[in-house]
């Protein structure tokens, strides 16, 4: 188990940039795939990015890819996403989490039992 705090989020203008910071308590976060998830008022929660154990193999949904970079730090028990070119549609409460398999394959949050408390990310018009 490992436990998940995000931070980063707020404002900015369309067009703008942020990065989202993911720290992780407990000894086993390198063995860890870890992913990035939002979620808007009245939608469902989706799937951003994921990373894999060693940062080697990374993947995106489609409407963030080019615009995000997801990464990690094993070293600092970190996660990132870098968040460019941001659009209003961006806007979301974003979730970091963590898969045990390590594997960096799945974008559903049914393979993901760690979870932060997640930051708001507002983007402006």
């Known amino acids: 188990q490992v436990h998940l705090v995000e931070s980063g989020g707020g404002l900015v203008k369309a067009g703008g940039s942020l990065r989202l910071s993911c720290a992780a308590s407990?000894?086993?976060?390198?063995?860890?795939?870890m992913a990035w998830f939002r979620q808007a008022p009245g939608k469902e929660r989706e799937f951003v990015a994921v990373?894999?154990?060693?940062?080697?193999?990374?993947s995106y949904a489609n409407s963030v890819k080019g615009r995000f970079t997801i990464s990690r730090d094993n070293a600092k028990n970190t996660v990132y996403l870098q968040m460019n070119s941001l659009k209003p549609e961006d806007t979301a409460v974003y979730y970091c989490?963590?898969?045990?398999?390590?594997?960096?394959?799945?974008?559903?949050?049914?393979?993901?039992?760690?979870w932060g408390q997640g930051t708001q990310v507002t983007v402006s018009s």
């Open positions: 990373v894999n154990w060693s940062g080697g193999t990374t």
């Open positions: 407990g000894r086993t976060f390198s063995n860890y795939a």
């Open positions: 989490a963590g898969d045990p398999s390590g594997s960096g394959y799945y974008t559903s949050p049914v393979y993901y039992n760690n």
